[in-house]
């Protein structure tokens, strides 16, 4: 097999894109016999892919002695930047060329599918359907091995029996094969702290009072209880999720809205200034000429 056709398959195989291969210039010349093939090299493609979508000859690179890669276009508008190559070698002291092998190799340009990704690993949270079922992971490294606290038995010499390892904790095992590990107990609380719900999301960025003071909180048990919760309030948009205790939303149960101050407006009629026909009493028994007085 050509070194260009194995290190193609070899980058395949690491999950790299595949090098993009040109005729290489070497200081000497290639093998004559094998340069000058190039009929042999183009009849070789055409058995294989037919003779409608070869172009022209693009050159020919020694591979090693005796053996030379010969490179021709690809035509067909499908395969736009790829190339077809015919390997050619031939035994020492002998004329006869051999074709080794033909194939079709990406170039510049060339479209290539997405590296190929284990079903296991290509669905990504929230991609789950109702029917859906994950396989199990036997080396999850979010999970530990979790066990029910069980009386040790003890044998007939008095030795402790077989049930020795079991880990005596009941808020972790409760019975459950595994639970949560110390790494997979941080990858929720940072996917929590991350979210929406957060301490840094948009709701707890406007909110006046945190979820810790709410009273529609539940408190959640284990080591995550000291930064969340879980949201009880129908009104709250994270009712029944996740929240953390530095969360908070306009639901909160101590919050009251801000009372306006009341504007008195002013009067329209000032009655504060009256006018009063103001008579002094004189000589003429009482009479006096009225005169007109503001109070």
């Known amino acids: 097999m050509s070194g260009l056709f194995a290190e193609w398959q070899t980058s395949l195989r690491a999950g790299a894109p595949a090098p993009v291969k040109t005729p ?30 070869i172009g022209e000859h693009l ?15 690809c035509t067909d508008p499908a395969y736009r930047g790829w190339h077809w190559i015919a390997v050619l070698a031939r035994a020492p002291r002998s004329k006869k060329v051999t074709v080794c092998e033909t194939a079709l190799l990406p170039g510049d340009g060339a479209l290539l599918a997405p590296d190929w990704v284990p079903w296991r690993e290509r669905v990504r949270p929230g991609d789950m359907a109702p029917k859906d079922v994950l396989p199990k992971l036997d080396t999850d490294p979010n999970l530990q091995p979790g066990y029910q606290q069980v009386p040790v038995r003890q044998d007939e010499d008095n030795t402790s029996g077989d049930n020795v390892d079991q880990i005596a904790n009941f808020e972790f095992g ?12 941080s990858n929720a ?7 929406e719900s957060g301490a840094d999301g948009e709701f707890a960025r406007n909110s006046t009072a945190h979820c810790g003071s709410c009273g529609y909180l539940l408190p959640m048990a284990g080591a995550v209880r000291t930064q969340f919760g879980v949201c009880a309030n129908e009104w709250s948009p994270f009712d029944g999720r996740v929240v953390a205790l530095a969360a908070g939303c306009g639901a909160h149960s101590e919050t009251a809205p801000k009372e306006r101050p009341v504007e008195h ?10 006018v009063f026909e103001m008579i002094p009493a004189g000589s003429d028994g009482g009479h006096a000429r009225p005169e007109d007085t503001t109070v």
Request: proline share 4%; with cysteine; charged share 30%.
């Open 174 to 185: 409760l019975g459950r094969e595994r639970v949560l590990s110390n790494e997979g107990i």
């Open 265 to 274: 407006a002013e009067p329209v009629v000032d009655d504060r200034a009256e």
């Open 59 to 73: 050159g020919c690179v020694e591979e090693s002695p005796r053996l030379v890669t010969h490179t021709f276009a």
């Open 189 to 195: 609380a940072a996917r929590w702290a991350g979210a």
């Open 24 to 53: 290489r210039r070497r200081t000497t010349a290639p093998d004559k016999v094998l340069a000058a093939a190039v009929d042999v090299a183009r009849e070789a493609i055409v058995e294989v892919a037919g003779a409608a979508h």
